[in-house]
């Protein structure tokens, strides 16, 4: 195995396991904005939630809507592709 190849390798290890994380920590984000949901009303929150905090808050959600939604796309046109071509394009 080349230097090359063994590089791609350890990269494509490091990205399933930021994957991984990313997973949990989006998952641990979800509760919180559900507990959020379940304890308050919106108008609850944007009465008495400082604004700075919730449009911070806002923006992120935004950010990774987008992100994944791009992601998402891709996996689709991907998932279009006969499997040996599909392999190449990954």
Do not use: N, W
Request: aromatic fraction near 6%; charged fraction near 30%; include cysteine.
């Amino acid at each position: 195995m080349s230097t090359d190849e063994t590089k791609k390798h350890a990269d494509i290890a490091r990205l399933m396991s930021d994957l991984r994380s990313a997973k949990l920590e989006l998952l641990s984000a979800q509760s919180a904005a559900e507990r959020l949901r379940f304890q308050y009303s919106v108008q609850e929150i944007v009465v008495f939630g400082e604004r700075h905090t919730l449009k911070g808050a806002i923006a992120s959600a935004e950010a990774i809507c987008r992100f994944f939604g791009s992601v998402e796309a891709q996996l689709k046109l991907v998932e279009q592709l006969p499997r040996t071509e599909a392999r190449t394009e990954e």
